[in-house]
C-alpha cells in the first residue's frame, strides 16, 4: 500500500437482508462516498486483499481523494456511512492519521 492513509475506522457492511450488498467485497480497495454529517467525501477504502464479509465488523484504512476537506470533520468516535447508491455499511472513525 503507498498510498499516505487519512484514517482508520471501524465498519460492518449491510447484510443484503438489511438493504445492503448481495455479496461480499473482495481485492485490494474499494472506492465509494464516505458520509459524515449529512456529507459526501470520495475514498478508498483499503481492503488487504482480504474477503470482507456483510454483516461482520472490520478495522480498515481509508484514503481520502481530497484529505482537506474532510479530516478536519473527524475525530475518534465520529458516525460514518459508506454509500453505494444506498447506505451499504455504518460504523465510525477509530483513528485520525497525521499528515506528515
Not at 467525501?41 to 474477503?51: E, M, N
Not at 484504512?61 to 470533520?73: A, I, Q, T, Y
Amino acid at each position: 500500500m503507498t498510498a499516505k492513509l487519512d484514517v482508520i475506522i471501524n465498519v460492518r457492511f449491510k447484510t443484503a437482508d438489511e438493504g445492503g450488498r448481495k455479496t461480499a467485497l473482495v481485492g485490494n480497495f474499494y472506492s465509494c462516498p464516505l458520509f459524515v454529517d449529512g456529507e459526501g467525501f470520495d475514498c478508498r477504502v483499503f481492503l488487504g486483499d482480504q474477503k470482507i464479509e456483510l454483516g461482520e465488523w472490520y478495522r480498515l484504512p481509508v484514503k481520502f481523494l481530497n484529505r482537506d476537506f474532510v479530516v478536519p470533520k473527524l475525530m475518534p468516535g465520529k458516525p460514518i456511512t459508506l454509500w453505494e447508491g444506498k447506505d451499504v455499511a455504518n460504523g465510525e472513525v477509530l483513528e485520525v492519521l497525521p499528515d506528515a
